[in-house]
């Protein structure tokens, strides 16, 4: 069940915004060690965004997954800067990323929780 949802004011293409939902998938699933069939992205687009007083290209993360390893929190955050900066030309200091590990029973799926 992990979950990234991406908020950014950085413009892409549709074919570049297929491959960098793409490259976050298999990122994540790598990242988290988990089947890619499990994982979720959703990308938000959203031109009215700032940080640090300007609106340059920035991005606010959420990653959301059962048991998130927290004594890897600072290497999945080193990975999606990359992917930030890499598909969406986001540099990491205007990035901010959530990282969230929600009780199996606070998560649903296919009718039912975890």
Not at 56 to 65: C, F, M, V
Request: charged share 20%; hydrophobic share 45%; net charge negative.
């Amino acid at each position: 069940m992990p979950t990234l949802i991406i908020q950014t004011n950085a413009v892409l293409s549709p074919e570049r915004r297929q491959t960098a939902l793409a490259a976050a998938s298999a990122l994540v699933a790598r990242e988290l060690g988990k089947p890619e069939s499990y994982v979720m992205i959703s990308l938000q687009t959203n031109p009215d965004m700032r940080f640090a007083g300007g609106d340059d290209p920035l991005a606010y993360l959420e990653l959301k997954s059962l048991g998130l390893p927290e004594d890897r929190t600072a290497q999945i955050s080193a990975a999606l800067c990359g992917l930030m900066s890499e598909h969406f030309g986001v540099p990491a200091a205007r990035v901010y990323i959530e990282f969230a590990s929600p009780p199996r029973n606070l998560f649903g799926w296919n009718g039912g929780t975890f």
